[in-house]
């Protein structure tokens, strides 16, 4: 069983839509990491969160540390959020050296 | 901006071959790591270093080693490459113990798609 599950796999949306993608994981951690993938392979980091929530743009990052999930939420969506998104978490303690990652959810955003 | 830069974008070997994938970082950064993704796999680590001349092992280092002789360097070396290698290989870097300081943002390189015929 992987110790970081993302749902869903793959989300198709309307442009201006609100997404909602979901990561859950299984040991305890001290933060967790939300990155981005666009086609042709660079990985950007958006957010990295120990409690509560975080926002940057139409981007929200929210993490509950006792029900061991958070979620990433694009408001009004666009065709330039399609991406893998990818959610990581250290499950080796303190430091972060060592990431677990979610195999992602691709979300295609259709005009 | 931190920048980290693989030295190879696309690269294409033979089986037998000896493979090197180079990464540079230019923020000073102590760890940098080095992770291959796969279809359905996910990233998976290879290997990471926290200083110069330190390594460890990850999740799959079997058929690679690294090298760090300069803080901003890390090498991945197949040292005798296997279709099973073929993958995209990705580089990254973070400050040490960041994430208990809020700074443990992991900055990617591009990835170098490497294919072993």
């Known amino acids: 069983k992987n110790e970081v599950e993302q749902s869903p796999q793959n989300l198709t949306a309307q442009e201006g839509e609100f997404i909602t993608i979901n990561c859950s994981y299984s040991v305890g951690i001290s933060a967790l990491h939300w990155l981005q993938q666009h086609p042709g392979g660079g990985i950007v980091s958006l957010f990295m969160?120990?409690?509560g929530k975080k926002k940057h743009g139409r981007l929200i990052a929210t993490i509950n540390i006792q029900e061991k999930h958070s979620s990433l939420h694009i408001t009004a969506s666009h065709p330039r959020d399609s991406a893998v998104y990818i959610c990581?978490?250290?499950?080796?303690?303190?430091?972060?050296?060592?990431?677990?990652f979610g195999t992602g959810t691709r979300l295609t955003i259709i005009p | 901006d931190v920048k980290v830069t693989q030295s190879s974008r696309y690269l294409v070997k033979r089986t037998g071959e000896k493979v090197f994938l180079e990464c540079v970082q230019d923020?000073?950064?102590?760890?940098m790591f080095w992770y291959r993704q796969d279809p359905g796999l996910g990233l998976r680590l290879i290997y990471f270093?926290?200083?110069?001349?330190?390594?460890e092992k990850g999740d799959i280092p079997e058929g690679y080693s690294v090298s760090r002789e300069k803080k901003e360097r890390f090498s991945l070396i197949l040292e005798s490459a296997s279709t099973n290698q073929t993958s995209m290989y990705l580089c990254?870097?973070?400050?040490?113990?960041?994430?208990?300081?809020?700074?443990?943002?992991?900055?990617f390189g591009e990835g170098s798609r490497l294919t072993v015929l």
């Open positions: 990581a978490v250290p499950i080796y303690g303190f430091l972060n050296e060592k990431l677990t």
């Open positions: 923020m000073d950064h102590e760890n």
């Open positions: 270093s926290y200083d110069v001349k330190m390594k």
């Open positions: 990254a870097s973070s400050l040490r113990g960041g994430s208990a300081r809020g700074t443990g943002e992991l900055f």
């Open positions: 969160l120990s409690s």
